[in-house]
Every structure is written in C-alpha cells, then in structure tokens.
Nanobody, 122 residues
C-alpha cells in the first residue's frame, strides 16, 4: 500500500511564499517521477512541475521563475517552493508519484496525494 501525504498549504498575501511538501510511504522500490499539479476553483487540474529521480525538472510556464521543485530521494519527499505568489495561484495542490513497487516488476504505477489548499489573497 502506497500513500502520499501533502502539507504546507495555507493563506498567504500576494507576493508571499509557501513551501509544500509531499512524502510517499509504503512498499516502494523506486520513485521515477514526482510532481505537483493544481486545480484552481472551477477549473481542471493542471501541471505545475515535475522532477525525475536524477533531478531533471519540468515546469509549467506559469511556474517558471517563481516556483522550484526539489526532492529528497532518501525521504521519498518532493518539495515545491513557491515565491512571488499571485492570486491566480490559488488552488488545491496535489502531489503525485510515478513509481515501481518491486525490483522484478518494471511496471509503473501512479499515486496521488490528498491535496493541500493554497489561497493567495490580501
């Protein structure tokens, strides 16, 4: 059983910063990719950023220059440092992981965290 638990959301003023964390636990052989997605109110879920096991990153245009994704492979944890936050960053942020469960099984599985709410407002 694999579980992802996200934390770090909250209310912040425009221009402020937040750091989100997400830790994966359970029977995991290897996490290939970890990522953050978000779902603004009334909109569809969208990509924010992803990071591979060798620290290759990918960002949505809206996140470039303001957000930084990183990971700690020992702790199976992914972080999202968000700076210069804007009201349009308001959303529920979800982490996910694409991982292998066993050494002898090359199949990858995707798991999602429960979401953490970020509100940017004055």
């Amino acid at each position: 059983q694999v579980q992802l638990v996200a934390s770090g959301g909250g209310l912040v003023q425009p221009g402020g910063s937040l750091r989100l964390s997400c830790t994966a636990s359970g029977s995991i052989f290897k996490i290939n990719v970890m990522g953050w997605y978000r779902q603004p109110p009334g909109k569809q879920r969208e990509l924010v950023a992803t990071i591979t096991d060798n620290d290759s990153t990918n960002y949505a245009d809206s996140a470039k220059g303001r957000f930084t994704i990183s990971r700690d492979n020992v702790k199976n944890t992914v972080y999202l440092q968000m700076n210069s936050l804007k009201p349009e960053d308001t959303a529920v942020y979800y982490c996910n992981a694409r991982l292998r469960l066993r050494a002898r099984d090359i199949a990858e599985y995707i798991f999602w965290g429960q979401g953490t709410e970020v509100t940017v407002s004055s």
